[in-house]
């Protein structure tokens, strides 16, 4: 039981983030009309 929740938790903390990435591309895009592939590369970092 405590595996599943373990994995809950994870799932929650990577799907946050990958929401954070997300917004940030699409406040971005929607501002300047263009693409920022600086984002991509500070993200892997």
Do not use: P, R, S, W
């Amino acid at each position: 039981m405590e595996d599943i929740l373990i994995q809950i938790l994870n799932g929650l903390d990577k799907g946050g983030a990958y929401a954070l990435i997300a917004l940030c591309f699409t406040l971005t895009f929607g501002t300047l009309g263009v693409v920022n592939f600086a984002h991509g590369a500070l993200f892997m970092l």
